[in-house]
């Protein structure tokens, strides 16, 4: 079984938080957890951070490795592309997600390697039950279809 690190590549500290978050929900078990951050600033250059995103990749080639990123079409996001690319083939052992938010980074932290499940299908499918979290609570149409 491979060594599971998490890599937050987030606008600010946005990533920080989330994990501060899981502190709090988790407890003593986050301490198991390899995490690192990358964070987007206006005091480093994009070209620093797709080189400190190669250079983290670089590091942990032998290991199962999640990207877990804000915001789609942000740089953030395409700064870990770019640094992907930057590799002659694609590393099959990263995984670069996109649109993180806590409900779904838990799901993340709590996923299986096991022979039973790809990664990829059990992403897929966090990501689906993930879709369900985002409720407009006092929304009147949603009132209005329970009715």
């Known amino acids: 079984m491979k060594e599971i690190n998490y890599l937050f590549v987030t606008h600010g500290s946005f990533g920080k938080g989330i994990v501060s978050s899981l502190d709090v929900i ?14 987007i600033s206006n005091e480093i250059s994009n070209d620093e951070v797709i080189t400190n995103i190669y250079d983290y990749l670089k590091v942990k080639e032998n290991n199962l490795v999640f990207i877990l990123t804000d915001v789609a079409i942000s740089s953030s996001t395409q ?33 299986e390697q096991n022979d039973n499940q790809s990664i990829d299908k059990q992403i897929n499918e966090f990501i689906e039950q993930n879709k369900e979290m985002l409720i407009y609570i006092n929304s009147k149409e949603r009132d209005e279809d329970l009715d």
């Open 26 to 39: 988790m407890g003593n078990m986050l301490a198991d957890y390899k995490v690192e951050y990358i964070e």
């Open 79 to 111: 700064n870990c592309i770019r640094a992907m690319e930057k590799f002659e083939n694609q590393p099959d052992n990263v995984h670069l997600i996109t649109g993180i938010n806590l409900p779904f980074v838990l799901s993340i932290f709590m996923l």
